[in-house]
C-alpha cells in the first residue's frame, strides 16, 4: 500500500512544489497563515490546468470556529458545488454543533452534494467533545478521510491518539498534519500504523520588494509584509523519499 503524502497550498507556486517533490495530493487554501480559508476559483483553475496533482479543496467561509450561521452555510454548499463541478477531486470539510459535537445533519447535506469525492474531515475533529464518536459518525457519514493532530497543536504530541483512531477503525484514513516534518513523519513510521500524512513543507522568503513602508501592517501586526511562505520541494522530497523507503519490519 503507497502511503499518502498530501502538501497543504495556498499558491500556485507552493503547489508546484509539492508536484515536484512528489505529493500524492494537494489541500488547496487560502490563507494558510490563518489556518486556512476557501480558495479562489481562479487560484483552483490554474492549478488544474498547468499541475497534474490531484485536488482536494478546503471549503471554510472565515476564521475562527466551526459553528456557522445559516449563510455561511449557503456559502459552504455553493463552494462544493462550485469546486465540484469545476473538476476537484475531494473537499476538506468540517463542522460541530454548539457542544463539540459535530454536526451531523449538516455534513450529510453536503457529503449527498459531494456524492463521490474524496471528502476529508479537517482539524474541526480536533475540537469536537469526542473523538471516538465523531470518528464513528464520519465513517457512517461516508468520509474518506479525517486530517488530525490528535487534538493537541502538533500531532507528534497527539501521536498516540491518532494511531488509537486507525487502529479502532481501519476503513477510514487517519491522516497527521499540524507541525509535520522529516523527524516527526519519521517517529510517526517507527510507532504507528499511520500511512497518510498532511504538511506545508513551507520555508520563508523574503520579497522583492525594495521599498517597504515602514510601521503599515495590512494583516496580522506579528508578521512582516514582506514574508512569503511557499512549499519547498527538497522538504517534500525528503518526506517522499522517507515514506516510500520504510520498513516497518521489526517495528
Same mark, same amino acid.
Given at each position: 500500500?503507497?502511503?499518502?503524502?498530501?502538501?497543504?497550498?495556498? =499558491?500556485? $507556486?507552493?503547489?508546484? +512544489?509539492?508536484?515536484?517533490?512528489?505529493?500524492? !495530493?494537494?489541500?488547496?487554501?487560502?490563507?494558510?497563515?490563518?489556518? *486556512?480559508? #476557501?480558495?479562489?476559483?481562479?487560484?483552483?483553475?490554474?492549478?488544474?490546468?498547468?499541475?497534474?496533482?490531484?485536488?482536494?479543496?478546503?471549503?471554510?467561509?472565515?476564521?475562527?470556529?466551526?459553528?456557522?450561521?445559516? @449563510?455561511?452555510?449557503?456559502?459552504?454548499?455553493?463552494?462544493? !458545488?462550485?469546486?465540484?463541478?469545476? *473538476? +476537484?477531486?475531494?473537499?476538506?470539510?468540517?463542522?460541530?454543533?454548539?457542544?463539540?459535537?459535530?454536526?451531523?445533519?449538516?455534513? &450529510?447535506?453536503?457529503?449527498? /452534494?459531494?456524492?463521490?469525492?474524496? /471528502?476529508?474531515?479537517? !482539524?474541526?475533529?480536533?475540537?469536537? #467533545?469526542?473523538?471516538?464518536?465523531?470518528?464513528?459518525?464520519?465513517?457512517?457519514?461516508?468520509? #474518506? =478521510?479525517?486530517?488530525?493532530?490528535?487534538?493537541?497543536?502538533?500531532? /507528534?504530541?497527539?501521536?498516540? %491518539?491518532?494511531?488509537?483512531?486507525?487502529?479502532?477503525?481501519?476503513?477510514?484514513? /487517519?491522516?497527521?498534519? =499540524?507541525?509535520?516534518? $522529516?523527524?516527526?513523519?519519521?517517529?510517526?513510521?517507527?510507532?504507528?500504523?499511520?500511512?497518510?500524512?498532511?504538511?506545508?513543507?513551507?520555508?520563508?522568503?523574503? =520579497?522583492?520588494?525594495? @521599498?517597504?513602508?515602514?510601521?503599515?501592517?495590512?494583516?496580522?501586526?506579528?508578521?512582516?509584509?514582506?514574508?512569503?511562505?511557499?512549499?519547498?520541494?527538497? $522538504?517534500?522530497? &525528503?518526506?517522499?523519499? %522517507?515514506?516510500?523507503?520504510?520498513?516497518?519490519?521489526?517495528?
Amino acid at each position: 500500500m503507497r502511503r499518502i503524502l498530501e502538501i497543504c497550498a495556498d =499558491s500556485f $507556486e507552493s503547489a508546484k +512544489a509539492a508536484e515536484l517533490g512528489g505529493a500524492d !495530493r494537494l489541500e488547496l487554501c487560502g490563507s494558510l497563515l490563518i489556518g *486556512g480559508v #476557501s480558495p479562489s476559483i481562479e487560484l483552483f483553475n490554474l492549478i488544474k490546468r498547468n499541475i497534474d496533482i490531484k485536488i482536494n479543496v478546503l471549503i471554510r467561509p472565515r476564521f475562527g470556529d466551526f459553528l456557522y450561521t445559516p @449563510y455561511e452555510f449557503e456559502i459552504i454548499k455553493n463552494e462544493v !458545488r462550485l469546486f465540484k463541478e469545476k *473538476g +476537484a477531486d475531494g473537499i476538506v470539510i468540517g463542522m460541530l454543533m454548539p457542544d463539540g459535537n459535530l454536526d451531523v445533519k449538516r455534513l &450529510k447535506e453536503l457529503k449527498d /452534494i459531494a456524492g463521490h469525492m474524496h /471528502i476529508t474531515l479537517h !482539524r474541526a475533529f480536533d475540537l469536537c #467533545s469526542d473523538p471516538f464518536r465523531a470518528l464513528k459518525e464520519a465513517k457512517d457519514l461516508g468520509f #474518506s =478521510s479525517i486530517l488530525t493532530s490528535g487534538q493537541k497543536n502538533k500531532a /507528534i504530541d497527539g501521536m498516540a %491518539l491518532i494511531n488509537q483512531l486507525q487502529e479502532e477503525e481501519k476503513d477510514i484514513e /487517519i491522516m497527521a498534519g =499540524s507541525g509535520m516534518g $522529516e523527524a516527526s513523519v519519521k517517529t510517526f513510521l517507527e510507532n504507528t500504523c499511520i500511512n497518510a500524512f498532511h504538511m506545508s513543507g513551507k520555508k520563508t522568503l523574503d =520579497s522583492a520588494m525594495v @521599498y517597504r513602508k515602514d510601521g503599515v501592517n495590512m494583516g496580522l501586526p506579528l508578521m512582516s509584509e514582506y514574508e512569503l511562505w511557499q512549499t519547498d520541494t527538497a $522538504e517534500v522530497q &525528503k518526506v517522499r523519499a %522517507l515514506i516510500d523507503g520504510f520498513n516497518p519490519k521489526g517495528r
